[in-house]
Nanobody, 124 residues
Framework: QVHLVESGGGLVQAGGSLRLSCAAS????????MAWFRQAPGKEREFGAA????????HYAESVKGRFTISRDNAKFTLYLQMNSLKPEDTAVYYC?????????????????WGQGTQVTVSS
């Protein structure tokens, strides 16, 4: 089992920045890919960014590309999401997810473990 705990959400004005963190514990050796998803009220959970845990490959959704950066600290078993130039449409609950399968996947169903989520609110 892998346990994921997000932190770093909050309220920020449009154009501002936030950094989310996700601490992983448990059987972390089983993780191949980690990702950030987000879910706005009344909408489906959508892919944001992903990174291969023991590599450098990253993928981003078009909606965040160039503004968000995903990274990880393997020694601390921590995933990060640096979010810059935030927009009101970025308002959502952000979830950290871990995948034991091989390869990056943009679908929520492909991820085995999820955090509880952290709220990000961007005011206009």
């Amino acid at each position: 089992q892998v346990h994921l705990v997000e932190s770093g959400g909050g309220l920020v004005q449009a154009g501002g920045s936030l950094r989310l963190s996700c601490a992983a514990s448990g059987t972390t050796f089983s993780i191949n890919t980690m990702a950030w998803f987000r879910q706005a009220p009344g909408k489906e959970r959508e892919f944001g960014a992903a990174i291969v845990w023991l590599g450098s490959t990253t993928h981003y959704a078009e909606s965040v590309k160039g503004r968000f950066t995903i990274s990880r600290d393997n020694a601390k078993f921590t995933l990060y999401l640096q979010m810059n130039s935030l927009k009101p449409e970025d308002t959502a609950v952000y979830y950290c997810a871990a995948r034991t399968g091989i390869g990056i996947n943009h679908n929520a169903w492909a991820y085995d473990y999820w955090g509880q989520g952290t709220q990000v609110t961007v005011s206009s």
